[in-house]
């Protein structure tokens, strides 16, 4: 059995028991953090012929030992497991008649064996498959499997995500989820990098929704629906629970009795895990977040044309939907009606785009950081919000330009590489703006855990007395990287002209 690190335990201030218990807790995070593949127990690849019948394969795999094997089968390689041997039986062909090429899976995930321990981790989230293979170059090195990883990780973290996939009731769900706020503070206090709580929060949200959803919804549901995520969790950019913002999509002609009452459980079981509702009631539980498909693109064409302030916003939030349980194709069949209807559609773009510079900067926060020398100064009060001036004009600057270009990419730093790799945005750009963003989103973790340990409410609002010099020197560099996105933003779309 996996030991168990709870991370709703802080390391405790002072010397003590508590204090080495929590010094340790913090080395070991790091530890895992910077480990790589190939750090791990990788098994060495053992390969059997794809002619082989069953009883043959599970001769050789009980004489090496071993509950997987690799398959050639002429050019490919697949993966043969026991799971894979269960099935099998079930058929009425008998295992001597049956080759192993018939029973292995070929669509196999891979990770170098340079990469990080997380990373693998990751991709056994993502694909929710129990093993990836290891590769040094184009070469096959071994096999990761899930159990080997959790060994490796046992003696480093408290698996929330095994707590996610093996919750038998929305209790037990609940159990994993008030777990995430105390791993990302000691994350974030171990030195780990924004993006990779970002990417790691990001999973563990998306396999919690998911495994929710399929405790309350029956499977006729979930085979008619699609469950979204949007705004800053559908781009992976949320971390702490700030509020939810979800949607059910339903197959068109699909009615079931109590959709109501079920969308509600689901609002306010999220509610009871810790995920604030969200103030605009952008949460499947509203009718206006739960729509069969034709009705759902007329709302759609309603944002596009209409011109309502409301409408726009609604959009932009859609846009940065993600597909987290159900069927996939609904989300994308809305999000092709979107691009059907921007073609060149240049007064549009504009208008959307104008969000982005609705918050002005002409308040002179440069003058303010610069004379603002420590807590004492009279100016100590002075607040700056790091959502209105900081991150929100580049999320949605970015937004705009994918939009406008159809890319399908979610995450705002995923945008920007795919706009500096088709030349729509310089490279220099895309550097800067990734850099101040993920300075804003770690200087706003920051604020939020210390707003939290003070018994405060977690917002966007910052003290600038409470900043350093080299924060308020990073935060001036920022905001005048923002405000030449701004301008150029104001060129592209020409919102001048608005």
């Known amino acids: 059995m996996l030991s168990e690190f709870n991370f709703t335990t802080l390391p405790s201030e002072g ?27 990788v098994r060495k ?11 043959a394969v599970c001769a050789l795999l009980a004489q090496q030992g071993q509950n997987h094997a690799l ?6 390689i697949g993966m043969f497991t026991t799971t ?19 029973l292995a899976h070929f669509d196999l995930i891979g990770v170098d064996h340079n990469a990080d321990v997380l990373e693998a981790l990751l991709l056994m989230l993502r694909h929710r498959v129990h093993r990836v293979l290891v590769r040094e170059g184009e070469a096959i090195v071994g096999v990761l499997s899930q159990l080997d990883l959790m060994g490796f990780m046992s003696n480093h973290s408290h698996l929330i995500a095994m707590q996610i996939q093996q919750a038998a009731s929305v209790a037990e769900l609940k159990q994993a989820a008030v777990q995430m706020d105390g791993m990302i503070e000691l994350l974030h206090s171990g030195g780990i990098r924004i993006e990779i709580i970002c990417k790691l929060v990001r999973e563990l949200n998306r396999q919690l929704f998911a495994r929710l959803w399929g405790l309350l919804a029956p499977a006729e549901l979930l085979a ?3 469950l979204v995520v949007m705004g800053s969790e559908g781009r992976g950019e949320q971390i702490l629970k700030t509020d939810q913002d979800n949607a059910l999509l339903l197959r068109d002609g699909f009615e079931m009795a109590g959709l109501a009452e079920l969308t509600a459980r689901f609002t306010a079981a999220l509610i009871d895990f810790g995920y604030p509702p969200c103030p605009g009631g952008i949460m499947l539980s509203q009718p206006l977040w739960c729509q069969p498909l034709a009705a759902f693109k007329q709302t759609l064409r309603g ?41 060149d559609n240049d007064a549009f773009f504009a208008r959307f785009a104008s969000a982005a510079d609705q918050f002005s900067d002409s308040t002179g926060w440069w003058a303010k950081l610069a004379s603002l020398a420590g807590r004492g100064d009279a100016d100590g009060a002075q607040e700056f919000d790091l959502k209105k001036l900081g991150t929100f004009p580049v999320v949605h600057g970015v937004r705009a330009l994918a939009l406008q270009h159809h890319l399908p990419d979610l995450g705002t730093v995923a945008r920007l590489q795919a706009l500096a790799s088709r030349q729509w ?19 706003k973790l920051e604020n939020n855990l210390r707003q939290r340990r003070s018994g405060a409410a977690a917002d966007n609002l910052v003290q600038l007395a409470s900043l350093g010099t080299l924060e308020r020197d990073l935060l001036k560099d920022a905001l005048a990287i923002i405000k030449r996105f701004r301008q150029h933003l104001r060129l592209h779309f020409r919102l001048d002209a608005l």
């Open 425 to 443: 945005l310089p490279a220099a750009t895309v550097r800067d703006l990734t850099e101040a963003l993920h300075f804003l989103m770690a200087l």
């Open 71 to 76: 398959v050639r089968d002429g050019e490919r």
């Open 224 to 226: 008619n629906s699609c």
């Open 45 to 55: 690849p053992f390969y059997v012929d794809g002619s082989l019948d069953l009883v």
């Open 15 to 41: 010397p003590g028991p508590d204090a080495a218990a929590g010094q340790h807790a913090q080395r070991e995070i790091l530890t895992l953090m910077t480990a790589r593949v190939r750090d791990a127990q």
């Open 303 to 343: 944002w596009l044309f209409d011109g309502a302030e409301d409408g726009v916003m609604n959009l932009a939030i859609f846009v940065d939907a993600a597909a987290v349980a159900g069927d996939a194709g609904l989300l994308q069949e809305a999000r092709a009606f979107i691009d059907q209807h921007l073609v």
């Open 84 to 102: 894979d041997l269960r099935d099998a039986l079930l058929r009425a062909t008998p295992p001597k008649l049956l080759a192993v090429r018939e």
